[in-house]
């Protein structure tokens, strides 16, 4: 999930042939029997069939979208909304590069989602392209297909505020210390709302996850691929969850990696109180890694003594915004990538250590705005807009300001790293000017074939009981443990006993007789005196997304 900086809120700490079955739509009196609905479904059967008589006008891709020959771009026409199929249409941006091996190698596609609400799955088919070894076994075998979700990037993109005022710093501390700053949080998020429903209204009832569901399913059909294969990381795991609840019968593979508790009681409002609660854990993982390798760093040689340079360089960044932009919401944005993957453990903490010893300098470029990058601004922006629009959309949010502050004010005395910032950043649904539905009881129904979920189990932006939620919703799922770990995005990172497995799966559709535990990935070693100004960009690239 998704954690960004809100525009004048409080950093937010912050993937032919017609097909099988596309025609069996539901008569109009089992909608209460129709998972999402009987139009809806009656809506992308007609959208599924279209697509797949029309396919994919397949062209280079274009020069600004950062995309190479060989992988090629196009776009597939979806309904605003589903339950009027011959409506208001959006087109949704696709690529994809066709499998490395031979035809009779090839078994359809593969279609990814990174997480957010809002991530790009576009670049997708470069693990093809730097040819990622992790990925070469399955590229044989697999068209790797990316897209834009509706409302992201090339899709018909929302937005909320203007993209330069959205990531001008330095913002207002997360952490209130009086009445007096939450009651100006309060009417940053309310603006936000206002701002969200001025500049992008039509949209926002038709920003769910079901709706991202059924594009998904219009774009198997456009492909020509009769069954689905699909890879969905952090968000994209309910994404997939919602796709295997309104399609069990157009699944062939599908993988979720860690996993969004799909439990209508977490959707979204306590989902995120539960992740103050994880990213806690995961900070104190990451203090404890820097204290054992002190002789690189010199920040503190025990997880207490890593804290308090932390509440220091809060304090004086309070006090003194670093380089006049980086305050303690700036560098939370910075610092909260350490909790999330473990590839940036070794990037922040080089960072502090060097400004600890004088140099300030890689700690602005990482934490603070470029204001010369308009594209990546209004990418952050737009990224920014649809997780709040797909979040607020997709339930019924608290409305009464007294529940959200005794909710976090009792998290924060324990939890404080994220709470209250993250609770500023889904404050605006609160205030939500458009229509909030009822979430998808997720769960599959007859005809799902055996499905992969790997989760580790300290991950902070998706709690582990999320995986086993979800495990039991899905049956003949097989849960894939990476015990004692927490980078966010298992299937990304070497471990042969995470790895082999979804090659297993999605090369031979093979599954373990039983769950499995694997034992945790290397632990991150210290990097170089000094961080590059590549490895500066991945951080902050870090800090803004999830993938």
Not at 176 to 186: W, Y
Not at 242 to 252: G, I
Not at 357 to 372: F, I, N, Q, R
Request: net charge positive; charged share 20%; with cysteine.
């Amino acid at each position: 999930m998704r954690r960004t900086a809100l525009f004048g809120v409080a950093g937010g700490v912050i993937t032919g042939a017609l097909i099988t079955g596309a025609l069996a739509a539901p008569t109009a009196g089992a909608s209460e029997r129709t998972p999402g609905g009987a139009a809806e479904a009656r809506g992308v059967a007609v959208a599924a069939a279209k697509a797949a008589k029309k396919g994919i006008d397949w062209t280079d891709c274009p020069a600004d979208w950062g995309l190479a020959k060989p992988i090629q771009c196009g776009y597939v026409t979806v309904p605003l909304d589903y339950a009027k199929p011959n409506g208001r249409t959006i087109k949704l941006a696709v690529d994809r590069i066709g499998n490395t091996g031979s035809a009779s190698e090839r078994q359809g596609s593969l279609i990814y989602n990174p997480g957010g609400p809002g991530g790009s799955g576009l670049r997708f088919p470069t693990r093809v392209t730097t040819k990622n070894p992790l990925w070469a076994k399955t590229s044989k075998a697999y068209d790797f297909v990316g897209f834009d979700p509706r409302g992201v990037g090339h899709s018909t993109a929302i937005s909320c505020v203007d993209p330069q005022e959205y990531v001008k710093a330095p913002k207002l501390d997360p952490v209130p210390d009086s009445e007096a700053d939450k009651r100006v949080q309060r009417k940053l998020a309310r603006e936000y709302a206002e701002g969200c429903k001025e500049r992008s209204g039509w949209m926002l009832p038709h920003m769910t996850t079901p709706n991202t569901a059924r594009d998904i399913d219009v774009i198997r059909a456009a492909l020509g691929d009769k069954k689905l294969n699909y890879l969905g990381v952090s968000y994209g795991t309910y994404i997939g969850g919602v796709y295997a609840t309104l399609f069990p019968t157009h699944v062939r593979r599908l993988i979720v990696d860690s996993v969004v508790n799909p439990s209508r009681e977490k959707i979204w409002y306590q989902a995120n109180l539960d992740q103050d609660v994880a990213f806690e854990m995961r900070w104190n993982d990451w203090k404890a890694w820097v204290a054992e390798n002190d002789a690189a760093y010199h920040i503190g040689d025990t997880p207490g003594a890593v804290q308090k340079q932390w509440e220091t360089l809060r304090a004086a960044a309070k006090k003194s915004p670093i380089g006049g932009v980086v305050g303690p919401a700036e560098l939370l944005g910075l610092f909260q990538s350490a909790p999330y993957y473990d590839s940036s453990w070794a990037t922040v903490a080089q960072v502090w250590s060097d400004y600890l010893a004088g140099d300030e300098k890689a700690l602005v470029e990482a934490a603070g705005p470029d204001m010369s990058d308009t594209a990546g601004n209004i990418a952050s922006e737009n990224g920014n807009a649809v997780y709040t629009a797909v979040e607020c959309a997709d339930t019924k949010w608290p409305t009464s300001w007294a529940k959200w502050d005794r909710d976090n004010t009792r998290l924060h005395r324990d939890y404080p790293f994220l709470t209250w910032s993250n609770a500023w950043m889904n404050l605006p649904c609160a205030t939500w000017g458009a229509k909030q539905h009822t979430p998808l009881e997720v769960g599959a129904a007859k005809g799902l074939p055996k499905t992969l979920i790997v989760q580790s189990t300290r991950d902070a932006a998706t709690p582990y009981e999320g995986a086993v939620e979800l495990h039991k919703r899905l049956k003949g799922s097989r849960l894939v443990t990476e015990k004692d770990a927490g980078s966010h995005g298992v299937t990304g990172l070497v471990n042969p006993c995470v790895n082999d497995r979804v090659d297993a799966y999605l090369l031979k559709g093979t599954v373990d007789a039983k769950d499995v535990t694997c034992a945790p990935h290397a632990t991150p070693v210290p990097a170089k005196s000094g961080a590059s100004a590549k490895d500066v960009k991945a951080a902050k690239e870090a800090a803004a997304l999830v993938k």
